[in-house]
C-alpha cells in the first residue's frame, strides 16, 4: 500500500509506523531522515538543504519537493510518508509525482485523538534517563517507583510533558495540519481513526483491514 500518515502529537504515529515496517514490510519515508541521509551523503539536493538549514533558514517546498521525487522514483510501491506533505502545496506537488511516476495512493491515514486521551498518556510517560525506555506508568507502572526496570536508572517527565503544553502542541498540530487533511478528504482518500478507541500495537491488525478495505475500494 501507498500510504501518507498524518497524527497529532501522542496519537500513536510512529508506533503505527514501525509496525506497518516491521510486519508489512513498508518502507518508512521520513522527511527528516531524507534531509539526513542526503546531507550526510553530500548528494546535490543534500549541499542544497545544507545551505538553508546552516544559514538558519527554512528549506524551501520545492527542494523537499524534490527530495520526495527522487525517493518516490526508488521505492515506487508499499511506503508510508511521514512528515510529507506539509501544506496544500505540497499536497498539489505530490499529487503531480505521484501521477508522473504511475504510483496510486492508498489512503491517507489520520490518527486522531481525543485531547484528554492524550494528556492522560503523555502525563503518565516517563522516559529512563539512563537507557532511554519509555514507560506509561497508568498502563504499566515499574516494579520500584522512579526507578527503571530495565537498568535501575533514574525516570523522569518529559521536560514539556504539562497539560498545558501538550494542548498547545495538539491545537497547533491540528490548525497546521486541517487544510491537507481537508484536501485529502475531498478527494475521498482520507481514512481517520480514532486512536482515543484503538491500541495501535494491539489493534494493529484492525487498523490494517480497515485499510487494506480502503486500497479495494478505492
Ligand atoms: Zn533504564
Known amino acids: 500500500m501507498q500510504l501518507i500518515i498524518f497524527g497529532a502529537p501522542g496519537a500513536g504515529k510512529g ?9 508489512k514490510n513498508h518502507k518508512h519515508i521520513s522527511t527528516g531522515d531524507l534531509f539526513r541521509k542526503h546531507i550526510k551523503n553530500q548528494t546535490e539536493l543534500g549541499k542544497i538543504a545544507s545551505s538553508y538549514i ?16 527522487s525517493e518516490l522514483k526508488l521505492i515506487k510501491k508499499d511506503f508510508i510518508l511521514d512528515g510529507y506533505p506539509r501544506n496544500i502545496h505540497q499536497a498539489q506537488r505530490l499529487d503531480e509525482i505521484l501521477e508522473e511516476l504511475e504510483i496510486p495512493l492508498t489512503a ?9 486521551v492524550i494528556v492522560d498518556r503523555l502525563l503518565y510517560r516517563v522516559v ?3 537507557c532511554g ?14 526507578i527503571c526496570d530495565n537498568c535501575g536508572g533514574e525516570l523522569s517527565h ?11 502542541r495538539i ?4 490548525k497546521e495540519t486541517a487544510p491537507v487533511i481537508n484536501f485529502y478528504e475531498e478527494k475521498n482518500s482520507l481514512v481517520s481513526i ?3 478507541k484503538y491500541d495501535l500495537i494491539d489493534n494493529f491488525e484492525d487498523v490494517w483491514q480497515t485499510l487494506l478495505k480502503k486500497e479495494v475500494e478505492g
Open 158 to 168: 518529559r521536560k514539556d510533558d504539562s497539560s498545558d503544553v501538550i494542548i498547545h
Open 15 to 23: 508506533t503505527l509506523a514501525q509496525n506497518i515496517k516491521k510486519y
Open 54 to 69: 546552516d544559514a538558519g533558514e527554512l528549506v524551501p517546498d520545492e527542494v523537499t519537493d524534490d527530495l520526495i521525487y
Open 133 to 146: 525506555f519509555t514507560y506509561n506508568l497508568k498502563i504499566a507502572p515499574t516494579k520500584v517507583e522512579g
Open 128 to 130: 529512563c534517563q539512563n
Open 108 to 116: 491517507c491515514v489520520y490518527l486522531s485523538i481525543d485531547k484528554n
Open 194 to 196: 480514532d486512536c482515543s
Open 171 to 174: 491545537e497547533t498540530y491540528e
